[in-house]
């Protein structure tokens, strides 16, 4: 990213001890993060005792001890099962609404949230339960705190593009009367679920008219960050951490401007990097690559946004105050908002910037 010469001199001349303070100010969008992700086992035990849903796990503490994971399948063994706590339309409203409220005091601006209506309505509860609950709660906070919302549906990659196909028709009268409702994507199991598997479904997507994005690269292989892009038509890479093993995809991603939402926490807790010392989410920034810190599921990976970029910041010295801009500025210019929003975000950016710095 090209930064004018006069924001470069300012960021040059930040403490690196000040830099916290700089990325906690900076408004930021959250590109990557799934709903049910955001359950806190507080809210897990409290919505099983509200709607009598027996947990395999006792208590508060059970359920953080079984958050220690060896991949990405052990982590989705417990997400789904604290997800049958999650019945009512109240429950996807409080879900959403707790997060939208962190989320805001952590000065996101603006939240493009997965979520998985499969993982629902395969126990029975309805697609519009699950929708109405979280426009709700988008609608509420909207209006009462300073962040824009947006909502990605995703198709459950371990499941059959039939499963999706079925998922899809009970979305489709839903889309247009909910505008939140703004795009499809891809998740789950990564492993031997290509995105090609979905090739059908998602030209469907394409033809409906919203915006597509899918999970690729993050246990699975730079092929498929090739097959999200050619086979599935993505417009944004979520995760997309092992572009780095390819140059071809590292030019392409840079030249093209791909957006890819990077979770490092993530990344960590699910034995993609043994530490984060090792991410190589400055690779990816010296690259030009325009990635973005995100929490994806952040009840179970130990931290929200800001703690997301205050842990990776520690762990990676190369890491100032540049590095912190840009990383906010593509969270911002990466987004699903309108170009007026967008432009509207990073002068407030700017002018954080600029007014944080002036003193040194």
Known sequence: MHIDETMNARLNLLPRERVPELWRAMPKAELHVHIEGTLEPEMTFALAKRNHVRLALSD????????????LQSFLDVYYASASVLRTEADFFDLASAYLARAAAEEVVRAEIFFD???????GVPFRVVMRGLERAAAHAEATLDISVG?????????SEEDAFAALAEAEPFIGGWPRLIGFGLDSSERDNPPSKFARVFARCRALG?????????????????????VLEVERVDHGVRCMEDGALVERLVRDRTPLTVCPLSNLRLCV?????????????????????????????????????????????????????????NSLEGSFATAEQKAAWTTTLDRTVMAFTERF
């Open 60 to 71: 508060v503490d059970s359920l953080r001890q079984a958050c220690a994971f060896t991949n």
């Open 117 to 123: 209506p499969q993982t629902h309505t395969a126990r």
């Open 151 to 159: 909502y990605i549906m995703c198709f459950l990659r371990h499941l």
């Open 210 to 230: 919203l915006h597509l994005v899918a999970h690729a690269g993050e246990e699975g292989p730079p092929a498929y960050i090739w097959e999200a892009l050619d």
């Open 273 to 329: 990097v043994r530490d984060l010392a090792d991410h190589n989410l400055d690779a990816m920034l010296a690259a030009g690559i325009r990635a973005s810190v995100n929490s994806d599921d952040p009840a179970y990976f130990g931290g929200y946004v800001n703690q997301t970029f205050a842990r990776v910041f520690d762990a990676k010295p190369s890491l100032g105050a540049r590095e912190a801009y840009v990383l906010a500025r």
